[in-house]
């Protein structure tokens, strides 16, 4: 023990412990000092503000501020392709240079969704499927038939798409719609000259339906109006079954109602002609017969038998008194 004490004593002892107190003193000074370098102490940037702009302007903006970047992406069916939706940090923290800032785009290229079925499917059902996969409704078009609303084809890119098919999340689809007045047409009525609760009769009886019912402004009495014009009219001929013809009521009918009974007494007029002209034809037999016989009865009355005078005058007066009452 004594040997120790006296080697501390000593001044050997004294210059290692001097020796040993300067190094820890300097190994504490580089570390601190290389901590304040590494770590950038009282060194800091304001986290500018990316969220919203497009990807290649964030990454501008966090190159200049000298701040380091990873992207992570995701899909939204309303969303820019390639703007920035999140960042972390948030603006305006403040960090060191060199600092990685995470961002989250909406990815340029959209994933591919399998085309669901929506054929033979209620206009309300293929909204809800198409919205289901990510899918939108682009234009809707009505064609006839008897499914009123029913999807009747699909269509992407302007041509038709089979179930399954891969296309990318957000696509348009078009629809093609049945407009439920059935592909069969009708001929169209003549509804003029009609009152209105007729007009509805004939129209039922058509399949077809009434539409907008118009007044002309001289129409008192609406119990007495009747219809002077249709759209469509019968010179269009043919219409689609259960489509709606509007009319307008006045309180007569147009003239050119009236002339159809004009132009249907035309048609006897040529049978009145024909019977004018038949007693003329008629009359040559009638002339005929008196004639001959009269002519026969001059010439052959001599050469009659004495027994057969009698008879012979007595179809002579007979036929005399015909001649007489046709004029001769």
Do not use: W
């Not at 249709?230 to 009236?258: F, M």
């Not at 002339?259 to 049978?271: C, F, I, L, R, V």
């Amino acid at each position: 023990m004594s040997k120790v004490v006296q080697y501390l004593q000593t001044p050997t002892f004294r210059k290692n412990l001097i020796a040993a107190v300067i190094a820890i003193v300097c190994l504490f000074l580089f570390v601190y000092i290389g901590l304040k370098i590494y770590t950038k102490h009282d060194e800091s940037i304001a986290v500018p503000k990316v969220k919203g702009l497009h990807i290649s302007a964030a990454i501008q903006a966090l190159e200049d501020a000298g701040l380091e970047y990873q992207i992570d992406s995701v899909y939204q069916m309303d969303a820019k392709p390639g703007m920035v939706i999140e960042q972390d940090p948030e603006q305006g923290f403040h960090v060191k240079s060199g600092r990685t800032i995470y961002l989250t785009i909406i990815t340029q290229v959209a994933p591919e969704v399998a085309f669901p079925n929506i054929k033979d499917k209620t206009l309300i059902e293929a909204t809800a499927i198409l919205k289901n996969h990510n899918l939108r409704i682009g234009d809707t078009s009505y064609v006839a038939d008897i499914a009123r609303d029913i999807v009747l084809d699909a269509q992407f890119a302007g041509q038709s798409i089979r179930n399954g098919r891969m296309i990318p999340k957000g696509s348009r689809i078009d629809l093609v719609l049945g407009n439920g007045l059935g592909a069969n047409e009708v001929e169209i009525p003549n509804l003029v000259g009609l009152p209105l609760n007729e007009a509805k009769f004939a129209l039922s009886g058509a399949g077809l339906g009434l539409g907008t019912v118009t007044y002309d402004p001289s129409v008192t009495d609406t119990a007495t109006a009747v219809i002077s014009v249709q759209s469509p009219g019968i010179e269009k001929g043919l219409t689609s079954l259960g489509a709606k013809i509007d009319v307008t009521l006045s309180l007569t009918a147009p003239t050119a109602t009236t002339g159809a009974p004009t132009g249907g007494t035309t048609t006897p007029k040529p049978q009145a002609n024909q019977t004018q002209v038949t007693p003329p034809a008629a009359k040559p037999p009638v002339q005929s017969k008196p004639v001959a016989p009269a002519k026969s009865n001059t010439t052959n009355t001599p050469a009659a038998k004495p027994t057969t005078t009698n008879p012979a005058a007595g179809q002579k007066k007979e036929k005399e008194n015909k001649g007489n009452s046709l004029g001769f």
